[in-house]
T-cell receptor, first 111, second 111 residues
Framework: NAGVTQTPKFRVLKTGQSMTLLCAQD?????MYWYRQDPGMGLRLIHY???????AKGEVPDGYNVSRLKKQNFLLGLESAAPSQTSVYFC??????????FGSGTRLTVV | SQQGEEDPQALSIQEGENATMNCSYK?????LQWYRQNSGRGLVHLIL?????REKHSGRLRVTLDTSKKSSSLLITASRAADTASYFC???????????FGTGTSLTVIP
């Protein structure tokens, strides 16, 4: 089925470890986004991309890096995980800003 | 922050009643969208209303937009237990490629 696929779905990291979250979409969407969702905070934009090879910072980019080497993939990296990065991470994509398609989320715990 | 604010934060109604939730935002927008999130899942796009529209319908959903007051409302008529979820508004600005989400309204429909 067409959509946005996030891997992994769950992960536990130790403080200081690194990891990469993968987002893949098969809808040929130009725009891709990474959000984090924390209780009572709604969704906050981390980074986004408006096309292959482009990235831009969102509201809360510190501690994260991203890459968009292929149009269908958008990677979110944590170089040195901190407990404050414990959250649920959502990837989304859209073709023309007329409605996001969301992935099912990655639940990350940093201990 | 450009983030929208939903009101109320939580709403509990009986099945068959109507549910109304509101969203206020801060700056001029290109469009406003409503999303639903079931517990533990990603967000699902419900409806989009453009800045030059005042009202839009989709099935049991009715959305209004008042750009002079910078506010929108989502009405769910004849609610069902399956409507239990969190509802978020997202604003898309004229100047960027970003969506800004509010903190959400948690709706509980009691059978």
């Amino acid at each position: 089925n067409a959509g946005v696929t996030q891997t992994p779905k769950f992960r536990v990291l130790k403080t200081g470890q690194s990891m990469t979250l993968l987002c893949a979409q098969d809808m040929n969407h130009e725009y891709m986004y990474w959000y984090r969702q924390d209780p009572g905070m709604g969704l906050r934009l981390i980074h986004y991309s408006v096309g292959e090879g482009t990235t831009a910072k969102g509201e809360v980019p510190d501690g994260y890096n991203v890459s968009r080497l292929k149009k269908q993939n958008f990677l979110l990296g944590l170089e040195s995980a901190a407990p404050s990065q414990t959250s649920v991470y959502f990837c989304a994509s859209t073709g023309r800003l007329y409605g996001y398609t969301f992935g099912s989320g990655t639940r990350l715990t940093v201990v | 922050s450009q983030q929208g604010e939903e009101d109320p934060q939580a709403l509990s109604i009986q099945e068959g009643e109507n549910a109304t939730m509101n969203c206020s935002y801060k700056t001029s927008i290109n469009n406003l969208q409503w999303y639903r999130q079931n517990s533990g899942r990603g967000l699902v796009h419900l409806i989009l209303i453009r800045s030059n529209e005042r009202e839009k319908h989709s099935g049991r959903l009715r959305v209004t937009l008042d750009t002079s007051k910078k506010s929108s409302s989502l009405l769910i008529t004849a609610s069902r237990a399956a409507d239990t979820a969190s509802y978020f508004c997202a604003t898309v600005l004229n100047t960027g490629n970003q969506f800004y989400f509010g903190t959400g309204t948690s709706l509980t429909v009691i059978p």
